[in-house]
């Protein structure tokens, strides 16, 4: 099983950057693929950024390529993510998700994961 707990998020100017984690305290945190989503008010969950299990293969949603950088220490159990040049349409809660186990391949499709953490708010401002 995999508990998965945000930090990093807060108020920034537009412009700037967070680093975002997501930490996990269970035994299975290599065997998964994880990923980054994020909701902004009013509107529904999208994906921003996922990683293989072993940190070879990412993708990004085309809204946040080249700003964004997901990446991933399994030795710590950590995920993480870059944000550079935030920009207003970044406000969101950001969460973190697992895949199943042995579900190694990253993956877009929020229906995929089956772990989520409680999120962590990032705001921009202009």
């Known amino acids: 099983q995999v508990q998965l707990v945000e930090s990093g998020g807060g108020l920034v100017q537009a412009g700037g950057s967070l680093r975002l984690s997501c930490a996990d305290s269970?035994?299975?945190?290599?065997?998964?693929?994880l990923g980054w989503f994020r909701q902004a008010p009013g509107k529904e969950r999208e994906f921003v950024a996922a990683i293989n299990s072993r940190g070879g293969n990412t993708l990004y949603a085309d809204s946040v390529k080249g700003r964004f950088t997901i990446s991933r220490d399994n030795a710590r159990n950590t995920l993480y993510l870059q944000i550079n040049s935030l920009q207003s349409e970044d406000t969101a809660v950001y969460y973190c998700?697992?895949?199943?186990?042995?579900?190694?391949?990253?993956?877009?499709?929020?229906?995929?994961?089956?772990?989520w953490g409680q999120g962590t708010q990032v705001t921009v401002s202009s």
């Open positions: 998700a697992a895949r199943p186990i042995f579900g190694t391949s990253a993956d877009r499709n929020a229906h995929n994961y089956d772990s």
């Open positions: 269970g035994r299975t945190f290599s065997m998964r693929a």
